[in-house]
């Protein structure tokens, strides 16, 4: 189960290093290599974290390793420090990215329920997570099924049931936290007769090893402005976090 995990980590070139590493109420960042990786907040610290040494200025790989943690708090610091490598905007642009030279792009472009819309009319559609504006982008042309994530919403299905959904569907959304509860390799396993499977959020890794493993799509997010995005986090300003770079589709070669 930890093979996807390794490999992302061992991706991370050796002398990249985390210059600045933050958690704020919503997101946590990793600063690196002129950069910023971001991860959305797990609320779970039940479990002891791995580290309580400082980490500022590790090898990237090293704050990476935090991934493993079952610490939620501590494994969004992981994401974070692992999108600071394939998040990185040089990074992603040549891994093939299509990303705009403006310091915003409209983010519809890119949103992957607009984007399959005429896709998925009339299919089985499973998604992890609730996400905003789904129930009328989607709902109303296909057999949607909502897994509840943290915040369960009326007629949403228990995690359980992931087990009995997700492999009769012929589409599959992943909401990209479940990289750091370690559920990502179960779900796309899942999946795997699926006609496309896309992981979706401001968290999800553009690493072109997530498609071995069965993921089609990988609908992410590239900071630009990393100075605003980095006040966001910290709480020094307030604003949208989409404002600050723009919205990606990384898809499978066929």
Not at 2 to 16: M, N, T
Not at 27 to 38: D, E, T
Not at 57 to 75: D, T
Not at 116 to 122: F, I, K, T, Y
């Amino acid at each position: 189960m930890w093979e996807l995990y390794d490999r992302l980590i061992a991706g991370i070139p050796e002398d990249w290093r985390a210059e600045e590493i933050v958690r704020g109420s919503g997101f946590a960042y990793v600063k690196s290599n002129g950069g910023l990786g971001i991860a959305e907040i797990r609320a779970y610290d039940y479990r002891m974290p791995v580290y309580t040494r400082n980490l500022e200025g590790a090898p990237l790989r090293e704050v990476a390793e935090c991934i493993r943690s079952w610490n939620f708090y501590e494994a969004s610091l992981g994401l974070a420090a692992i999108n600071a490598y394939y998040n990185n905007l040089a990074v992603a642009k040549a891994a093939g990215i299509p990303i705009g030279d403006s310091m915003h792009v409209e983010d519809r472009i890119y949103d992957p329920f607009i984007m399959s819309q005429n896709e998925v009319r009339g299919k089985k559609v499973t998604v992890l997570g609730h996400f905003p504006h789904i129930m009328t982008l989607l709902a109303p042309v296909c057999e949607m099924k909502i897994i509840s994530g943290e915040l369960p919403q009326d007629d949403d299905y228990p995690v359980s049931a992931a087990d009995y959904l997700m492999p009769e569907s012929d589409f599959v959304f992943i909401g990209s936290s479940s990289l750091i509860d370690k559920t990502l390799p179960r779900y796309l396993a899942l999946s795997k007769s699926a006609q496309k499977v896309t992981i979706v959020g401001p968290s999800t890794t553009l690493a072109p090893v997530l498609f071995e493993y069965g993921a089609c799509d990988l609908s992410g997010f590239v900071v630009k402005d990393v100075e605003r995005a980095a006040r966001l986090i910290r709480g020094a300003e307030n604003g949208k976090m989409f404002s600050t770079g723009q919205k990606v589709a990384f898809r499978k070669k066929s």
